[in-house]
DNA sequence: CCCCACCCTCTACAAATGTAGAGTTTTTCA
DNA sequence: TGAAAAACTCTACATTTGTAGAGGGTGGGG
């Protein structure tokens, strides 16, 4: 591994922790281990666990914006190619796969957005993720500013953080494609 | 306070630990201090730490369910009265007003959830959890059977958990009665 | 009064964690 | 090349946790 490599690797491993074994598994040893690096190497980037926190917030927080530009892209050619209506459908068909094949994110948010609200090292936390998860969704909005005093962003906002917190920790089923769709069709 | 009622009073503290610190907050020593009892008292209660959140998870999921029923209640009343326009908004002012005032339950819920996605000693909590807080949506969705291929059970769960979300742990604008009367009112 | 069963409280301890700081290797650059 | 600086790794330790198990108190039946 490229040694210039490992910061971006710890907190990609962070991230993975945070998803698999929550608030508490994220230790530096357990870092450390989980990255292949020998320990203290977590504590070498990241000497206090705040930091450590904080810094694989931005890194998510990051990844999070990365995926809402793609989006965003895709949406604009659908558009181009098939028209509103196509559009409406490809958003929804990503959101409903995105929601499953970024559960270990979404888990990941939430956990990091719930430690946020209590430790006051982590202060704009959320507010930083709540932030970039918005970001396609402001994006959206432009779509029904006719109607932005009924549907205004955080409404949208919150159906969506809906459906995805559904497909993360919910076991029961999961929205399809369809009814996403639908949802929004009414709104739109 | 009643020996007797040592066991709940245990058990709301676990809750508000849950809220306030965090499933890390919720030690064995801490529940003790927050209950005012000596230490080893939660031990004595709940010898392992999975059995005092496995028990902290039936008692919030009773508390859900109380909740539910009321609003169940008030619904049927505010339907006989006002008729369907006006217990629509009913539903809504309550929804609002009660994410406002759960916030507490809100998170305790999400912190249990989460974790009970691994940890297998909490298998089943999250599913309790998830249907006691649906169970108000399971009979506002029998108002609108008629559309139920468009807007299942699933899609009103997620919208109404991603309003709660948004209260809970959002620090932006909260969504107001209108706006959340208007999302039921395009829904129906 | 005594004793026993039960309910509760206290003490102890191994394991794990955050963090400090010493020790080691690698890089830089004159 | 060689030494200073930076980058990294290792060790140590006080603190906190879950949990086991010993100890104490209390009420009721004989």
């Given amino acids: 591994m490229k040694k ?3 910061r971006e690797a710890i907190l990609d491993c962070v991230i993975d922790i945070l998803a698999t074994r929550g608030l508490a598994g994220v230790t530096h040893r357990a870092v450390d281990d989980a990255a292949g690096l ?3 190497s977590s504590t070498y980037y990241f000497p ?3 930091a450590l926190l904080l810094a694989a917030s931005d890194h998510l927080a990051a990844m999070l914006e990365k995926d809402c530009d793609d989006l965003q892209i895709g949406f604009a050619e659908a ?3 098939g028209g ?4 409406v459908a490809y958003v929804a ?3 409903v796969s995105y929601a499953d094949a970024s559960r270990p994110l979404f888990l990941a948010r939430m956990e990091l957005t719930l430690a946020s609200t209590r430790q006051d090292d982590l202060a704009g936390v959320g507010e930083r993720l709540t932030a970039a998860a918005r970001r396609p969704i402001a994006f959206f ?4 500013a006719d109607r932005r005093q009924e549907f205004p962003i955080e409404t949208c906002a919150g159906l969506i953080d809906g459906i995805g917190l559904m ?5 029961g089923p999961r929205l399809t494609t369809d009814q996403v769709t639908a949802v929004f069709r009414s709104i739109l």
């Fill in 79 to 81: 558009v181009a190619t």
């Fill in 4 to 6: 210039s490599g490992r």
């Fill in 84 to 87: 509103m209506d196509e559009a």
């Fill in 48 to 50: 206090k666990k705040a």
């Fill in 141 to 144: 909005f432009g779509l029904i």
């Fill in 38 to 40: 020998p320990r203290g």
């Fill in 93 to 95: 068909r990503e959101l």
């Fill in 167 to 171: 497909h993360a920790v919910g076991q």
